[in-house]
């Protein structure tokens, strides 16, 4: 059948017209009209008939038309507007206002119309790819690493409808090349590690890139290794200065990756404490991540981590952001209530809480704080979680809610004893020690 005169010239034909349009992307070439017209044409075809059967050269030719217009750089503009319009989207919705977005000037108004040509080029090459006849064995043989690679770049494109147009076409050949997964998910991952380790400053498209990772990719059995990549790189993202601008599907593709990977949101949860303990990062949008990953972490695996979280949360109370020391001790009132049994038989490990209440009530400045402070131990009272006359140990008495047994003064006054027995009528006697339980 492949043999066909009718097939042969078909396929002559096809090709000749796929040729004409590589490239056509410049506003000088006087054949710009005709190669769109006959990209068009092209569309038109694929899209009406679909069941037609193309040699290897087709797909050859098709794979070049669409690489040598798709994969180019964009003007600096494109980037330059996208960045400041995120920056307004972060800045408005870390205040809880709707953001104001700038009137379109000359150049982003050039670089629509740059992509409004591109279109037609990702309109044709989607209906050759949903074609009933699509041969993906042939494919394979033009789909290749770096083809996958330059379309999940062009997920960092300033024009968000290109973008969205992108993830589009990954999505088709996602589900039309099944050999294709493990070279996306390779692309993609890369695209992600080059934003959170910092390579590329910033990243248009990195909603795209965790939506598509989040509807796509983790549904289907693809080799282990790049996913445990995925799980370091998705980790690293907490700790980026953008974070409130994509949050929510980071943790969306969080939720669905733990299906399969348990101890990913575990390994979360304890990072977050580590970024406040050790970089203090102390900000109102990791506590919110937090918050939304204890949302959807196991239960199981909730009960033996608490105890390790609650310590660094508790530092948070006496924060100088009153917002974010009224977060945080919010945090541990719906912990507190939803774990109640448990927190009922800790009341030695829950010390370092009373105590970060407590300081909350002696020396934070905001009233609304005070007042939340003295409501969360008068119910923790009320609840049998601690004792009513429960007394606050000082700060050198406890680390992470683990009462410390050495007194060091005491210790430093016994050495001095020892080295100079001259100052020995100095030191108090054994039973003006303080006793400390160990």
């Known amino acids: 059948m492949n043999n066909s005169p009718r097939t042969q010239n078909i396929n002559r034909f096809v090709v000749h017209l796929v040729k004409s349009c590589i490239p056509y992307l410049s506003v000088s070439d006087s054949q710009m009209e005709k190669k769109c017209k006959d990209l068009d044409l092209l569309h038109t075809i694929w899209d009406k008939d679909t069941s037609e059967v193309y040699t290897a050269k087709v797909y050859a030719a098709v794979t070049k038309m669409f690489a040598s217009n798709v994969f180019r750089p964009l003007p600096p503009s494109s980037y330059t507007l996208a960045a400041e319009n995120e920056a307004i989207v972060a800045v408005a919705a870390s205040i809880g206002m709707p953001p104001v977005m700038p009137k379109p000037d000359y150049d982003m108004m050039a670089s629509a119309a740059e992509f409004t040509q591109t279109a037609i080029t990702y309109q044709a090459f989607q209906s050759f790819v949903d074609r009933t006849e699509f041969d ?28 969205q147009t992108v993830r589009d076409t990954m999505a088709r050949m996602w589900y039309a090349c099944p050999f294709i997964h493990e070279h996306m998910l390779d692309a993609v991952v890369a695209e992600l590690a080059d934003f959170a380790y910092g390579y590329v400053p910033r990243h248009n498209g990195i909603d795209d890139l965790l939506h598509f990772l989040a509807n ?223």
């Open 136 to 163: 993906a064995e042939v494919a394979s043989q033009f789909f290749d690493r770096r083809f996958v690679n330059g379309l999940a770049h062009r997920l960092n494109s300033g024009d968000s409808y290109e973008r």
């Open 216 to 438: 796509n990719v983790v549904y289907e059995d693809v080799c282990q290794l790049p996913i445990l990549k995925l799980c370091r790189v998705l980790t690293h993202l907490l700790k980026h200065p953008f974070l409130i601008a994509f949050k929510s599907n980071l943790i969306e593709c969080v939720r669905v990756l733990d299906r399969t990977q348990k101890e990913l949101i575990p390994h979360m949860l304890i990072f977050i404490t580590k970024l406040w303990s050790f970089q203090n990062l102390k900000t109102i949008v990791l506590l919110r991540a937090m918050s939304d990953l204890y949302n959807v972490c196991d239960t199981d695996k909730w009960i033996s981590l608490q105890l390790q979280i609650v310590g660094p949360l508790s530092k948070l109370f006496c924060n100088d952001d009153f917002q974010l020391a009224d977060e945080s001790m919010n945090f541990w009132n719906r912990i507190l209530h939803e774990n109640m049994k448990f927190w009922q038989s800790k009341q030695d490990d829950v010390r370092i809480v009373v105590n970060a209440l407590k300081k909350v009530k002696r020396i934070h400045w905001n009233l609304d704080c005070v007042n939340i402070a003295s409501s969360l131990l008068d119910f923790m009272v009320a609840k049998h979680v601690i004792k009513d006359n429960y007394m606050e140990d000082s700060e050198e008495m406890f680390q992470e809610g683990i009462r410390s047994g050495v007194n060091y003064d005491y210790t430093y006054k016994s050495i001095q004893k020892l080295v100079s027995p001259k100052i020995s009528s100095t030191l108090p006697s054994s039973t003006d020690m303080p006793t400390t339980e160990l």
